[in-house]
């Protein structure tokens, strides 16, 4: 067995396991934003067909399964381990989509981190041979998370200037070994942060620190520093979180500005959408990166990216209860070479 | 890199990750049943001097950790990983019962099959060299899941016979490297399976298909049978559910009935504690399996044991829109020697 540990946090995918393939399936909102040319489907029709919501959210993920299937040219049976999770309370939409598949399904609850703490886990199944294949898919949807989290839509409640707006959309990324990348190359697994911010309208400040905590923690672990990536990526921090995480850089004297951003800064057009600090939720990573980012470094205009999935943990009875927000962010090394 | 994966579901460990310590904390009504010298604390008070019961569930975690690091002499810095989750909306009980210990945190999904999900993964990191050493850890409460899962308590909700009894308590697993058991041998992966339940006062008839799936994947995979355990336990089907399961089993020609039983028939008496059809939550198999079946193997009563925890993946919205009950079971094997 290898020691694939490197201080606490991290280890090293010394297998490499490879993406087979990505796929990102989105809303209206994000189909009208800068990157709708990189979403395989999207749709108009906020229930996708079904009978409500969070029924169309469960379609999402099943449709990002079906379109990451077809380009791996892989089927169900083919697929050794899904890792997937979602914002809903119990994660209906994870347990649903993939009910009729039979497909070894192990649910994850990260929120908005999800998608890179399926990436993490997924990783380490390809990478130790316990699975062939494995899937990553992670889901969130505007309509269905206001309700649950916040208020119905009808009642037309007022944003303030810090909140964000939740993704609709699915994506889904498929591992396995092969000698084409892009490539997992290492991870960092974050801890929990609480800094004590109460404010539920302000997820991005909430989940800022843990950001910090976990990029830190993955130079040091891997003997890495900013400039060995050409970006740096968080999930949904928004332009508010984003300002806090360059912040907490300049105080170290580290320079990351010019590699780093934020997928709910580049999925909407922050002065045309009405979306305040930008995009969030699980769905909200998941579609930059299976969609976006993932492109471009088939394209070989990005070679070496981390993606940090930020989840904040709270429920609105934690909330309700005076609790503080607790948040955590996952990092995955992704390159174009296996390093 | 070895292949360690067996048929489509199933993987061994190789490695034999070992439990260092466990620890199983629970509530009054379990401190009265046929178990109750097998919990590491109990309380009386069902708050455990928190203000609410969602907070106690969060305290009875924290409580199963520190009593499980203490008697392995471990520190949260010696933690490199914990996999957690429980039953509550965005698995509160396990995100804020380890924001400040500085622990790596990969939260889980998987209703009451987390323990067992929560042992394949951490199996998998120490078994692969990600983490050296990983924990286990998954809760229940009663009064937590009652008020979200049903009815206020003090509604006084009449309970059908099919009826089961949310455990209230937390179990925590250590795993590590070292020469002396219980190890961790082999795992299976279930997938999701539904066959069409909607009764959400029946829960063990909706997840024994998923357990029954899961047994006969890991027997398949790993040329195993029934008479190669001393033990093969369900976590929380209950006396309807393990009829069920014993009935599937009749029907296939394959004897179970002489090492079958299920944690939530073990962990009350199901004719004086007035549970009907017995235990149920995350913390049924967790303190069943943290606190007896671990004490008997150590005292080498039992050898082998097949720990299946078992899943109800709906949501009380997935049941509101007329869904049905999808199920899932994960099986951990579990010998006193390396096999």
Redesign the interface.
Known sequence: ?????RG??S?VF??HPAILASSAIAGKKEQEGPLKAYFDETNTDTKWGQ??W??AESKMQELALETAKKKAGIHN?DL??LFA?D??????SS??A??????????????CSTMA?GL??AG??V??????IAAAVSSSHFASAERQYRYPLGYGGQRTPTAQWTVTGAGCILLGRQEQGPFLNAAT??????YGIKDANNMGAAMAPAAYETLRAHFDDLQLSPSDYDLIVTGDLGSVGKEIILDLFRRDGVGIGGVYNDCGVMIFDLEKQDVHAGGSGCGCGSVVLCGYLLRQMERKKLHNVLFCGTGA??????TQ?G?SI?A?C?AVSIGTERR
Do not use: T, W
């Not at 067995?1 to 540990?5: A, S």
């Not at 990478?127 to 062939?132: D, V, W």
């Open positions: 067995m290898g020691i694939l540990h606490r946090q280890f010394d297998q009978s409500s969070e029924k049976q050794d381990a999770g914002l809903l309370n119990q994660c209906i347990s649903f993939i009910r009729d598949s039979g497909v070894p399904f192990l649910g994850l609850y990260g929120a703490e993490c886990l380490m199944a990478n130790g041979g316990y699975a062939r697994v974050g801890a929990v942060v609480d943990l709270m429920s609105p009875l934690s209860q609790e607790p955590v996952h």
